[in-house]
């Protein structure tokens, strides 16, 4: 595997795997990567010849009061595990690489309506940084597929409206959730937590799956479900931010005619936060 750091060489790269007829998968992170990054790559790799990884923490998606200097950087341990994994080339780029003019004056992609609710409505301007980094990493590297986790699933149906939109030419391949053992889903921020919150994390992967049974059943008497919910996490020690029963596919409130649904949650434990998600057909 070879790591590059400025777009010049990325797209050197790219250029010489397009002359051979080369088909290209990106995947993008943010780095500190565990199973849940590993399982795109895998599946990038079956779905093209060439696999890029982008490691790149963007600031245009932290609030001003959220975690942009403490988030981890392990970029060594993040080497060995993408060589180990199968990708092929690492693309490093700074901030300065990215935004050359600052993020002030950085022309932006927003996504409107979809990226308002849930965590949108958490982390005003989060998506908006989302949707214009992976634009321009669409933009540079021109991949035929562009792999994300389906544990942000607003973020995931985001960049889908985004690429149908725009009329980018790639596939977006959604990767399912990658959980411990307890049912945590695999996140960057689990490693935020003390030993204490972690024991208590797992309620909130075994609560939406009630919510789950509940709905399988027949129930459509959503924002109780969701109430009763929020009350769960309490009393099991996470503070909820949100649960929201919705469409799948529009993110919308979900109404009693909809047959694919999605539960949507997020909580704090501590000063971490995570979320989660189901899908389901009923």
């Known amino acids: 595997m070879r790591t590059v750091n400025t777009v010049k060489e990325l797209r050197a790269m790219v250029r010489s795997w397009r ?6 998968a990106l995947v993008p992170t943010m780095g500190n990567l565990h199973e849940g990054h590993l399982s795109l790559v895998r599946k990038a790799a079956e779905a093209a010849d060439i696999v890029i990884t982008s490691i790149f923490v963007n600031p245009m998606q932290f609030g001003a009061s959220e975690d942009l200097d403490s988030y981890p950087r392990t970029l060594m341990e993040d080497q060995s595990m993408l060589a180990g994994a199968g990708n092929t080339l690492l693309f490093t780029p700074s901030a300065a690489d990215i935004y050359p003019a600052g993020l002030a004056h950085q022309t932006k992609v927003v996504v409107p309506d979809i990226s308002e609710g849930h965590c949108g409505a958490s982390r005003p301007g989060h998506f908006d940084g989302v949707a214009t980094v992976v634009t321009m990493l669409l933009n540079m590297v021109q991949p035929d597929f562009a792999l994300f986790g389906e ?11 985004l690429v149908r939109d725009l009329m980018l030419p790639v596939e977006i391949i959604g990767v399912a959730i990658v959980r411990d053992r307890d049912g945590l889903a695999k996140s960057s921020r689990n490693g935020y937590l003390s030993i204490e919150d972690r024991a208590l994390a797992p309620a909130l992967y075994k ?11 027949g129930d459509t008497h959503f924002a109780r479900l969701s109430e ?19 469409n799948s596919q529009t993110l919308k409130p979900a109404t009693a005619d909809d047959r694919e649904l999605a539960i949507l949650a997020a909580v704090f434990l501590g000063t971490t936060r995570l979320i989660d998600n189901i899908s389901l057909i009923r």
């Open 19 to 24: 002359q051979q007829g080369k088909t290209i």
């Open 228 to 246: 009763h919910a929020k009350t769960e996490l309490l009393n099991a020690g996470l503070r909820p931010d949100y649960v929201n029963i919705v």
């Open 151 to 161: 544990k942000d699933l607003q973020q995931l149906t985001i960049i889908r409206k």
């Open 207 to 217: 609560i939406l799956q009630t919510i789950e049974k509940d709905l399988q059943s």
